[in-house]
């Protein structure tokens, strides 16, 4: 069973510190030799600075070690300010090694910050998204390979440093159904945000989650093939099949049933055979073979 809370994402004070002249040197110029480090002039009286640092200490520690954050307070360490030019405040330049690189004055839009952290990890040579899109590319490759527990640990940490990736969290789901701990999977759907509750990835885990559970009271394929065959009208029986055959791993068998009973009668039920073929269709990669085969029948039954 994987549960968030359980990776180890970088702290944040190992990312963002308040700097003075005694520690600019070591803390800025230096470390900026390996991982770019933006430098956030500000003072306490500054209105702009009160919205601004929170947005940038954000943007960093998404970034997930990919940049690092220095805060110099000018009243306090005017001779540093002195040095950097800065002549109003908020001012932030960002240093790769030992060398400013960019730079802006005054508050600016979320968009904005987002793109100037882009621009910065990129002009040190790393990753907009801190290495994530390839943890989130290993993390399936695992998950492919058979081991759920590695790939469901992986993902974890990934939502950990960036909650917002809709595809760690529907590669969670699909972990915990790996596991068979389908009731972690439903909780872990529960708690994705509401604003990525629409999206694909979470779509699919959904469908996937449903799939599983109705695997776990699906009955032999062979007795109800048996008795599809002995009545064809049975459409409970069919319909029964086709999640007999999803659950033994024959989507494209599963499909072709609910579209048998979608050509006999396509309200039984109140239309279940259509919308089964819709969270089948969900729970697959869009461009699989099933999916668009499946799709281009059911449109010619739809609109024969």
């Given amino acids: 069973m994987l549960e968030l809370g359980q990776g180890t994402a970088a702290p944040a004070g190992d990312l963002i510190k308040d700097v003075s002249e005694a520690d600019f040197m070591v803390e800025v110029v230096e470390a900026s030799q390996t991982v770019p480090v933006i430098v956030d002039f500000w003072a306490p009286w500054c209105g702009p600075c009160k919205t601004l640092g929170p947005a940038l200490e954000a943007a960093v520690t998404a970034a997930g070690g990919a940049v690092k954050m220095a805060k110099v307070n000018v009243d306090e360490n005017q001779m540093i300010a002195g040095q950097m030019r800065v002549q109003s405040i908020p001012t932030v330049y960002a ?16 968009s904005e910050i987002e793109a100037f952290v882009k621009r910065v990890i990129e002009a040190g040579g790393g990753e907009a998204d801190g290495g994530l899109g390839d943890a989130l590319a290993a993390a399936e490759e695992m998950l492919e390979a058979g081991d759920a527990q590695g790939a469901g640990e992986t993902f974890v940490a990934i939502i950990q440093q960036d909650p917002t990736m809709a595809a760690a969290f529907g590669g969670l789901v699909r972990a915990n159904i790996a596991l068979n701990a389908l009731d972690q999977a439903d909780a872990v759907l529960d708690g994705v945000p509401a604003d990525m509750a629409d999206a694909p990835e979470i779509e699919a885990a959904r469908a996937q989650l449903e799939l599983a559970r109705q695997a776990e009271n699906a009955g032999p394929v062979a007795e109800l093939r048996a008795a599809v065959e002995a009545n064809p009208t049975d459409h409970q029986a069919r319909f029964d099949l086709a999640q007999a055959l999803h659950a033994a791993g024959d989507a494209e068998g599963a499909v072709g049933e609910l579209l048998e009973l979608f050509r006999r009668d396509r309200e039984w039920n109140d239309g279940a055979a259509k919308a089964q073929l819709f969270t089948i269709f969900d729970a697959l990669q869009p461009n699989d073979p099933v999916v668009l085969n499946g799709r281009r029948k059911l449109s010619s039954l739809i609109f024969a």
């Fill in 95 to 110: 240093f790769w090694q030992g060398q400013p690189v960019d730079g802006f004055q005054g508050a600016v839009p979320p």
